[in-house]
């Protein structure tokens, strides 16, 4: 029996220690958007872009990100299709995590992300941010908004049991 991604996030969420934080993740072909959540696990914040290389070199500086912000879990931005299927770019995600899984223990849960980049880009719009920061930025602020997501379920989902 496969583990849905919602059941990944509940265990994600049930490892934990009470001090750790989740990292979100906007995986992109070019750089790494990365958000931390709070250590209360309320509230996401967009943190940094890193630019990617190669997967090793990539999962050795996340990886001691991870360490040096006491990161407990890692939840990645699933970029499904707009009709909820997996194309190439969710397969190349689920490709990351399973590679990055070999090399470290953290619990990893995916969180869909359609629309993610969309609602920071407007938000940004909206704070009257000029092109050049929302294009420094973007990838950061859309793995706030996919974390805040996930964050938003765990909360609703710790009040239903």
Known sequence: ???T????LLILATDLTRDQRILG???GTKTLGLALSDVGRSVATAWQTIKR???QKDADILLDLCGKENVGGLVLGLPLNMDG???PRAQATRAFARNLATR???PLA???ERLSTVAAERAMIE???SRKKRADKIDAAAAAFLLQGALDRLRTLGSAG
Do not use: P, Y
Request: hydrophobic share 40%.
């Open 5 to 8: 991604d919602e059941e990944r």
């Open 25 to 27: 993740l906007d995986l």
């Open 127 to 129: 704070a009257d941010m």
């Open 85 to 87: 299927s997996e194309g």
């Open 110 to 112: 995916f969180w869909d």
């Open 53 to 55: 290389t190669k997967f």
């Open 104 to 106: 470290s223990d953290l």
């Open 1 to 3: 029996m496969s583990v």
